[in-house]
């Protein structure tokens, strides 16, 4: 699934060639994905300026002119084509620009999502309002992480999955922060000390500033908008890694904990 470096990249790309944009052509290809598409989706959008693209966790938002924002989800397969050669069966979503490019929402899988909200409420978005702060945002700091993880038993890798904790992180790079952190990722949440929990932010916005510069982690089906692939991958320390050496010289597991892998070293997280 596209986490949050990809998406970070995802919107980069596409403002590019959408910042003040006119769009002329809106055309679902389909009336669902995940969830249904707007029906109306087509008519508000029409001729609509972009004035803004934007991030929010794993979404990110299109803002026009008009007042209305469409929010887009990539799913499990998702990604954004620009001027694709040839539009195919998973292209769910095309549109067109006054300057004659061409957009193409590609997902096999149909696990993303596409919604149109008013721009001066997009905060109050559903599955924006259960969110925690931004990991690479000014309101993410050890305090505010500590508080948030005050007497919980669950597991640090569980509780920095949860959204409602900090908004965005997924497997891959919650993995790698308990790595650079050396932190356990079956430690008890609720018993992480201030100085360990400071750590842990500082590697946590390390690791997502560097997997945004590297253009994310291509997984199966994610790639650019411009076609490229992420290749943070090249720099994971310990996932997808099981049997080598951890950076630490020891020899990097992995274990499954609800239905996820989690790659670890036991000689420096602990």
């Known amino acids: 699934m596209p986490e949050l470096p990809e998406v970070e990249t995802t919107v980069a790309g596409l403002r590019a060639v959408l910042q003040g944009a006119v769009l002329t052509r809106i055309e679902p290809r389909r009336a ?44 499990m397969s998702g990604r954004w084509r620009i ?7 998973h292209d769910h979503l095309l ?24 721009s001066d409420a997009w905060q109050s978005y559903a599955p924006f309002t259960r969110m925690g702060p931004e990991p690479l945002g000014p309101d993410f700091s050890a305090a505010v992480l500590a508080a948030a993880l005050d007497g919980k038993a669950t ?14 992180l997924g497997n891959i790079y919650v993995c790698e922060a308990l790595n650079m952190a050396r932190i356990a ?22 690791v997502l500033a560097a997997a945004i510069m590297a253009g994310g982690s291509t997984l199966r089906d994610y790639a650019r908008p411009d076609g490229e692939l992420g290749y943070f991958s090249k720099q994971w320390r ?5 049997g080598l050496a951890c950076p630490c010289g020891g020899t990097i597991r992995r274990r499954v904990d609800g239905g996820r892998s989690t790659f670890y070293c036991p000689t420096c997280q602990h």
Not at 197 to 204: F, G, Q, Y
Not at 238 to 242: A, N, P
């Open 95 to 118: 549109i067109e620009t006054d300057a004659g490019h061409m957009l193409a929402l590609n997902d096999p899988r149909r696990f993303g999502s596409l919604d149109l909200v008013r």
């Open 83 to 89: 001027d694709p050669v040839e539009i195919g069966t």
């Open 32 to 75: 669902d994905l995940r969830f249904p598409i707007p029906v109306d989706l087509r008519q508000r959008l029409t001729g609509a300026r972009v004035t803004g693209l934007s991030r929010r966790a794993k979404y990110g938002l299109i803002d026009t002119e008009r007042g209305d924002t469409m929010i887009f989800h990539l799913g």
């Open 155 to 168: 597991s640090i890798k569980a509780a920095l999955l949860d959204q409602r904790i900090v908004a965005g």
């Open 185 to 206: 990722p079956t430690r008890a949440a609720g018993r992480i000390g201030a100085a360990r929990l400071k750590a842990l932010v500082e590697a946590i916005r390390s």
């Open 238 to 242: 310990v996932y997808g890694r099981e």
